[in-house]
């Protein structure tokens, strides 16, 4: 059985990369995409992934905001932060938040 990835991320190039790159593995599958976080909450429920890659910087929630979300109902997931920033202050408020990973997106691709 492959495991389930959704993903969040504001750039829509990025954003489809990642998706054909986890449709194309034999292990994962993307199940949901989206531009924001603002429905987080309804999304995971819904759809129950087991790994979430997250963008730390989008409008509306960010993503270490919707971690917190995710981990008052959810303490399991995995959410992997996807940033482009590699300051301390971002790296420890997502860890502390309960993120999983925190990889700088340069280093992706």
């Known amino acids: 059985m492959k495991t389930t990835v959704i993903i969040y991320e504001d750039n829509g ?5 990642l998706v054909q790159l986890i449709n194309t593995s034999e292990n994962f599958t993307c199940i949901g995409a989206f531009y924001n976080c603002n429905n987080v909450a309804a999304d995971i429920k819904l759809l129950k992934p087991q790994v979430i890659l997250m963008d730390i910087d989008m409008n509306g929630m960010n993503g270490i905001e919707a971690v917190q979300v995710i981990r008052t109902f959810d303490k399991e997931v995995k ?3 996807l940033t482009v920033f590699d300051d301390n202050k971002n790296v420890i408020n997502a860890i502390c938040a309960g993120c999983f990973g925190l990889p700088v997106k340069e280093i992706l691709f």
């Open 13 to 17: 190039d990025f954003r489809e990369a």
């Open 79 to 81: 959410i992997i932060i």
